[in-house]
């Protein structure tokens, strides 16, 4: 239930205390994932931040660039378990889609594209991976805990977010993914 907490409180473990509050991170701003973590929410309003990664191999990505596809935005980490079990289930989603107008973004969060390769050598995935090794998109995010998603529909408005590991494979998760495909 609580899986989400927990690597929050490992990934804070590892960050020295005035990164933690100079990211608002600790304090009032810690807040652990509740009984229905994972669960697709209806987003509660406000504008979709900007988005301008790299990936692995050097080029720049924008949400521009997946106009008038429905977006899932996962921000994740190799140490994050929670974030490693979902991923074959992402995968799953990924190739279900496939032909339609859907992209899987996972934005890494704090790490470097040595360590991300080397984990990726390891978990057969094939969707887009992006680099945040400074932080600095997840904060404009307000990501607070890992894994976070948002599903953007396709003129990239967050309609959905959840926090917590998510079974991709859920009905409920794919009738509404699925649902955004299909609006005009």
């Known amino acids: 239930m609580f899986r989400g907490c927990a690597a929050r409180i490992q990934w804070m473990a590892m960050r020295p205390f005035p990164l933690l509050v100079a990211l608002g991170l600790f304090g009032a701003g810690f807040a652990c994932a509740a009984a229905d973590a994972g669960a697709l929410k209806p987003?509660?309003?406000g504008a979709t931040p900007p988005?301008?990664?790299?990936?692995?191999?050097?080029r720049s990505h924008t949400l521009d660039d997946y106009r008038g596809r429905v977006v899932v935005l996962n921000f994740w980490a190799s140490w994050c378990e929670p974030c490693r079990d979902e991923m074959p289930a992402m995968q799953h989603l990924k190739d279900r889609l496939a032909g339609r107008p859907f992209a899987l973004i996972a934005v890494n969060m704090g790490e470097g594209a040595g360590r991300v390769q080397r984990f990726l050598d390891?978990?057969?995935?094939?969707?887009?991976?992006?680099?945040?090794p400074d932080m600095?998109?997840?904060k404009r995010?307000?990501?607070?805990?890992?894994?976070?998603?948002?599903?953007?529909?396709r003129g990239h408005r967050i309609r959905y977010y959840a926090v917590g590991e998510v079974d991709w494979n859920d009905p409920a998760v794919a009738s509404s993914?699925?649902?955004?495909?299909?609006?005009p």
Do not use: H
């Not at 988005?51 to 050097?58: E, M, P, Q």
């Not at 607070?144 to 529909?153: A, H």
């Open 141 to 153: 995010w307000q990501v607070r805990l890992l894994p976070y998603s948002f599903v953007l529909d």
């Open 122 to 132: 390891m978990m057969p995935i094939d969707y887009t991976v992006l680099l945040d």
């Open 136 to 138: 600095s998109v997840s």
């Open 43 to 45: 987003w509660p309003g």
């Open 51 to 58: 988005l301008a990664l790299k990936d692995l191999r050097g």
């Open 177 to 183: 993914i699925d649902a955004l495909i299909n609006e």
